[in-house]
């Protein structure tokens, strides 16, 4: 009777996740109105992790992840384009309630941000599965322990197209 009742609620929170969430491209997942990132802690997005270096947006882009401490990770961004700084962002993946949020902040080259004082651009956990960790508008995929893609949405309702940004370590 009890490994009944396990496997209907497994389907049912299965079933839940999975009304949370809709393809917007592709590789990119946004979390419907209304309902609730899945449960999740920052170790479950540890292998995100390091110097990762790649080509994208016509220059050189460069992340380093720091690893989980304190219920979060961090991580600093950098475009160069022709031996120029475009821009720089500073993003964070943490703890919040039950679950995972990520924000970014955006500067640039000399460090004026790009957003108000006091605003970020958030991004709501809308699933893990193995090593993909799926935010609304941004998708971490870990291909070995030396590439990630991560894929960004750009755009606005109707017009959006993704972006994909190769790494290695």
Request: hydrophobic content about 40%.
């Amino acid at each position: 009777m009890k490994s009944t009742l396990k496997i209907i609620i497994s389907i049912l929170l299965t079933s839940l996740s999975v009304l949370a969430q809709s393809n917007v491209t592709e590789n990119i997942l946004r979390l419907d109105s209304n309902l609730s990132s899945p449960p999740a802690s920052i170790e479950d997005v540890s292998w995100i992790a390091g110097h990762w270096k790649g080509e994208a947006l016509g220059g050189i882009v460069e992340e380093v992840w720091t690893p989980p401490v304190g219920g979060s990770m961090m991580c600093a961004f950098k475009l160069v384009v022709d031996d120029t700084v475009k821009f720089y962002e500073l993003v964070v993946i943490y703890e919040e309630g039950n679950s995972l949020i990520l924000k970014l902040k955006h500067f640039h080259g000399d460090l004026k941000g790009w957003e108000e004082k006091d605003e970020t651009l958030d991004f709501s956990l809308v699933k893990l599965e193995g090593m993909k960790a799926y935010f609304d508008g941004f998708t971490f995929e870990l291909v070995n322990r030396n590439e990630m893609n991560i894929y960004v949405l750009f755009g606005s309702e109707g017009q959006y197209k993704e972006m994909k940004f190769s790494y290695k370590k």
